[in-house]
């Protein structure tokens, strides 16, 4: 069964420092992966998306993340904090077989000044 | 182009009475998706629509719940009898359908309903 782990609920940065955002998943095959970002009282918002062209996915806002099947992890990460960055983050995978996702958790990001 | 839109963004009403929320879907999209997320909660899935069907209504928590499609674009989800519980963001998202789900959702801001 696939499924998707968020391994942190929380994580605080400050301002100006690098993020990482941790994302497990597990499947049987290599799935597409998403991440999404949902800032206060909006929808949730497509970071990036890895459809197998490539390991290292560039997305909006300056974040990343790469796909390692060795590690069955689709880590986010960004160089750099903004304050605008303070959102929950939400990793993604689709359900084989089936139109449903499988969303992880989520790991809400602080951003201190 | 023009973005999933939900209506209304927020609704409050009382205990007892019947809500009716909107979802207008990105044009050429034929799933569509509705979600329930409480304070501080993740997504709870509720129903998923290809075109005017809904194959997987597994996620609606009670028969007051119901939600159709027309045209095989605006969604409309029902809750009769509101109770205090169902305050929640409901989410709507639509993607195109595909098999292997290599299409990600694209989600609407939401309804903010709150129950007195």
């Known amino acids: 069964a696939q499924s998707v782990t968020q391994l942190d609920s929380h994580v605080s940065v400050s301002e100006g420092t690098p993020v990482l955002l941790r994302c497990n998943y597990s499947?049987?095959?290599?799935?597409?992966l998403f991440w999404y970002v949902q800032h206060p009282n909006k929808g949730l918002q497509l970071l990036l998306k890895?459809?197998?062209?490539?390991?290292l996915v560039k997305g909006i806002n300056g974040f990343e993340a790469e796909f390692k099947k060795s590690e069955t992890s689709f880590h986010l990460t960004k160089p750099s904090a903004h304050m605008s960055d303070a959102a929950e983050y939400f990793c993604?995978?689709?359900?084989?077989?089936?139109?449903?996702?499988?969303f992880g958790t989520g790991t809400r990001l602080k951003v201190l000044a | 182009g023009a973005g999933v839109s939900q209506s209304p963004s927020n609704k409050v009403t009382e205990k007892g009475k019947d809500v009716e929320l909107r979802c207008d879907p990105i044009?050429?999209?034929?799933?569509l998706y509705w979600y329930r997320q409480s304070l501080g909660q993740g997504l709870e899935f509720l129903i998923y629509?290809?075109?005017?069907?809904?194959?997987?209504k597994s996620g609606l928590p009670s028969d007051r719940f119901s939600a159709e499609r027309t045209g095989g674009s605006v969604s409309t989800l029902t809750i009769q009898r509101t109770q205090q519980e169902d305050s929640a963001v409901y989410l709507c998202?639509?993607?195109?359908?595909?098999?292997?789900?290599?299409?990600?959702?694209?989600f609407g801001d939401g309804t903010r309903l709150s129950i007195l």
């Open positions: 998202a639509s993607s195109l359908a595909q098999a292997g789900g290599n299409q990600p959702q694209h």
């Open positions: 499947s049987s095959y290599s799935p597409s």
């Open positions: 890895y459809t197998s062209a490539a390991t």
């Open positions: 993604v995978v689709p359900h084989s077989g089936t139109y449903k996702y499988i």
């Open positions: 044009s050429g999209h034929t799933a």
């Open positions: 629509f290809q075109g005017n069907s809904a194959p997987d």
